[in-house]
Each structure stands twice: as C-alpha cells, then as structure tokens.
C-alpha cells in the first residue's frame, strides 16, 4: 500500500507521527481542506504530466492552477496529464493519494510551484486519498528531494 511506503519513508526521518489520516476522504483539494480544516490553498496537489519520455510531478498551491504558457515554456512541450494507470505506473500513487515522496523511479522528477511559497506550512497528501502531512516550504522541498521551485502555475478564479 502506497500510504505504508510513505509511513515507513517518514520513519527514516523520525516523522512518520506526523502523517494524518482521516475517516472521510481527502482525495481532492477540497476534501482535503475540509479534512484538515485549512484553506484550500494550503492543500499541496500534486499533479503529474508526461513530459519527454517520462513523468514530471508538480507540487502546487491548491487554489491554483497550471498556466499552459508558463508550462510550456519550462518544459518546452504541452501540458499533457497522464491517466491515473500511467501516474500509478510512475509513482506508485494512486489518483487521489499522489505525493512526491518515496517515489523510486528514476523517470520521476519533482518540481514546486512557487503558488505555495506564500503559506508557512501546507499539506501534501501521504499516499493515500485519506491522508496528508503539514510541512513548511522548506521541509516540503527537502524531503520530496524536488528538483527545484519553478513558477508555472496561476491562482483559480
């Protein structure tokens, strides 16, 4: 179960506590939210695309959404998302649960959108679609072991 090779990837850094798990659903941005009891902002998505001949995870602020011109223009290719068979083949998260930790495949590349630098904590999911964990910006760049903060992303609405 992806929720238990988060678990046990936490363990390694003495946080594994830290994962919240719910009885209700959190497998979207606003049951998520109401989950957690944040705004939806707080809630880092992570949304996965194909891009050359393998997967690149954005992390993002969940109020916001991907800016077509600014991803082309980071990645030199259209935003294509893939199917929740290609997602849970790449990362080894299901739809609904995807994070960017414990991800062993090398085809993998994670990046953070600058939409969640302006919160002090927000919360990923951890592996499963009832659950997540509050990091700040910066724990959240460390133990996603991302490739860095880009800026593809604009605010819903």
Sequence with gaps: MSIEKVRSFFAGLGREDDILEFAVSSATVELAAQAVGCSPGRIAKTLSFAVDEGCVLVVCAGDSKIDNSKFKAQFHTKA???????????????????CPFAIENP?????LDESMRRFDTVYPAAGSSNS??????????RFSKSAGWI???????
């Design 80 to 98: 294509k998302m893939l199917s929740p068979d290609e997602v849970l083949s790449f990362t080894g998260h299901a739809v609904g649960g995807v």
């Design 107 to 111: 085809a993998v590349t994670v990046y």
């Design 132 to 141: 997540a964990i509050r990091l700040t910006p910066a724990e959240l760049e």
């Design 151 to 157: 800026d593809v992303c604009k605010l819903s609405g």
